[in-house]
């Protein structure tokens, strides 16, 4: 019998339905907020400094959330996110009723966001492999991917920008609204998945010890350490030109504002079809191939979009783009599920993604800065070199997986 004959089972399902609505909350405020920055500030610099901002907050509290997806209820951790999103986004919605929201604002808000985020994805992505076997991790992660891509590039950016047009603080509103949605799909979760057993018990070593053995296993862990090390390059790369993305729209492919979303919602396609066909191109090309392929395809587009005035070439171009990130990351992380031991996976996974969001915060910043000083389009002529010595990397020194 196949793995895709085999049913994901109604635990999974559950787990995905409570996703969904996070994914789309997602969505509608990556098409909103850019939009709100830009009418706050005409700046490139701090266009980019609120998604710098929210990806920053990784460095401050991913460790922390890994230690605690390993040792609590992922479907706890998970309510408690939500909640504090939900109560950031009702700060922001009553400085923006107001008319008293700055720059600095936006972007502490996004902060905590990003802070909550931190927590609720470090514990989703250790719950995982507890519903689902070993076999179905790229058929779970690629069901997922593809909502997430839905709710995050294509539903929920249309959304966002057409609430936006609306009026400044609808998408905030709308968004706070579906948070509360997700928390209340966490909540009829089954207790199926009980925190991983840790291999000491708590108290018997020093706290910095246990939150930084996820950083000694990885920097030890051939294959991972090379795959986190592209995934940071890829990560850089990325943000420095899409966190310029709205400004450059707007004035070289001439789309407004207004339907920034339906750019993004553009690239959401190949995005899907990248997540939904990552499953059977894993099992028919492998690992170091399919990942080398899929960070060519993340960057090399972004030259092209540079090169062309077409506001629907650039639309095929992200397309290529997200299928590319899509395939990079169900490939990824059910690599970095199979391979990393139970117990010490909520922590492999936040120092994995500390170094990614941690390269992609220093990725808008310099995006943010070349744009404002050099021209806006030079972010997307540095992304081609930047993948290609990714995907090299990746081919040179990725080692095979040693037999279990």
Do not use: K
């Amino acid at each position: 019998m196949t793995t895709a004959a085999e049913p994901l089972g109604a635990p999974f399902w559950r787990f995905w339905a409570s996703a969904t609505a996070a994914n789309l909350a997602d969505g509608i405020r990556a098409g909103a907020f850019p939009l709100i920055a830009a009418a706050l500030t005409g700046s490139p610099f701090g266009v980019a400094l609120v998604a710098a901002c929210q990806q920053g907050a990784w460095l401050v509290f991913g460790l922390g959330a890994g230690l605690l997806a390993d040792r609590r209820s992922p479907g706890r951790v998970l309510v408690v996110a939500d909640a504090i999103r939900v109560i950031a986004l009702a700060v922001l919605l009553t400085t923006l009723a107001l008319d008293t929201a700055t720059i600095p604002i936006l972007a502490g808000i996004a902060f905590v966001l990003g802070a909550a985020e931190t927590f609720r994805d470090t514990s989703a992505q250790s719950m995982l492999p507890r519903l689902v076997s070993e076999r179905q991790l790229e058929r779970a992660n690629g069901r997922l991917f593809g909502t997430e891509i839905v709710g995050n590039e294509f539903i929920g950016p249309l959304l966002g920008a057409a609430l936006f047009g609306i009026a400044f603080t609808v998408p905030v509103a709308v968004d706070a609204a579906v948070l509360v949605a997700a928390v209340l799909l966490v909540l009829a979760l089954p207790r199926t998945a009980p925190p991983a057993r840790c291999a000491e018990p708590a108290g018997t070593a020093r706290l910095r010890t246990e939150i930084l053995r996820g950083a000694r296993w990885l920097l030890n862990h051939p294959r991972q350490r090379v795959i986190s090390a592209a995934g940071a390059v890829i990560c850089f790369a990325d943000a420095a030109w899409w966190s310029v993305l709205v400004l450059y729209s707007d004035s070289a492919l001439g789309v407004p504002m207004a339907a920034f979303g339906a750019l993004l919602a553009a690239g959401a396609v190949g995005g899907t079809l990248g997540a939904l066909g990552s499953e059977r191109l894993a099992a028919r090309f492998g690992v170091r191939p399919l990942l080398a392929a899929a960070a060519l395809s993340t960057g090399l587009p972004a030259v092209l979009i540079a090169l062309t005035d077409s506001p629907f070439a650039a639309g095929a171009l992200l397309a290529v783009s997200s299928a590319g990130f899509a395939l990079w990351n169900v490939v990824a992380l059910s690599a970095r599920q199979r391979e990393t031991p139970p117990e010490l996976l909520g922590r492999v996974t936040a120092v994995h993604r500390i170094a990614l969001y941690g390269s992609g915060m220093a990725g808008a910043l310099a995006g943010g800065w070349i744009a404002g000083s050099v021209a806006l389009a030079a972010p997307f002529h540095a992304a081609g070199p930047l993948v290609a010595l990714a995907a090299i990397g990746l081919l040179v020194a990725l080692p095979p997986r040693s037999a279990p």
